[in-house]
């Protein structure tokens, strides 16, 4: 499955973004669905997941409470709700697919990943 994230951007302290991420070249729809980040010079860590159906979702404790994850999967889209951004959100955020159908937190186990899209946040 090919992936191609979108809907980064510059936004202020306290500002929302919603990322989206658009499956192509088969159905997505029993794969579970993951958002990772990578800031500049650090490791890339988990940020949220999703199970094939929508039903189980899962977060990074520094997101919890500000960003959800979502799918449609009429559409073979997954999507990251982002609020009240925090200058340390600040990060190249990557969307992922796992043949895992209740997604997981771990990246080696995603085995395609979209190009990324960058996020910044101003303080």
Not at 63 to 89: C, H, W
Request: proline content about 2%.
């Amino acid at each position: 499955v090919q992936l191609q994230a979108s809907g980064g951007g510059l936004v202020q302290a306290g500002g929302s973004l919603r990322l989206s991420c658009a499956a192509s070249g088969r159905t997505f729809n029993s794969d579970g669905m993951g958002w990772f980040r990578q800031a500049p010079g650090k490791e890339r860590q988990f940020v949220a997941a999703i199970s094939w159906s929508g039903g189980s979702t899962y977060y990074a404790d520094s997101v919890k409470g500000r960003f959800t994850i979502s799918r449609d999967n009429a559409k073979n889209t997954v999507y990251l709700q982002m609020n009240s951004l925090k200058p340390e959100d600040t990060a190249v955020y990557y969307c992922a697919a796992t043949s895992i159908p209740y997604g997981s937190r771990w990246s080696a186990d995603f085995g395609s990943w979209g190009q990324g899209t960058e996020v910044t946040v101003s303080s």
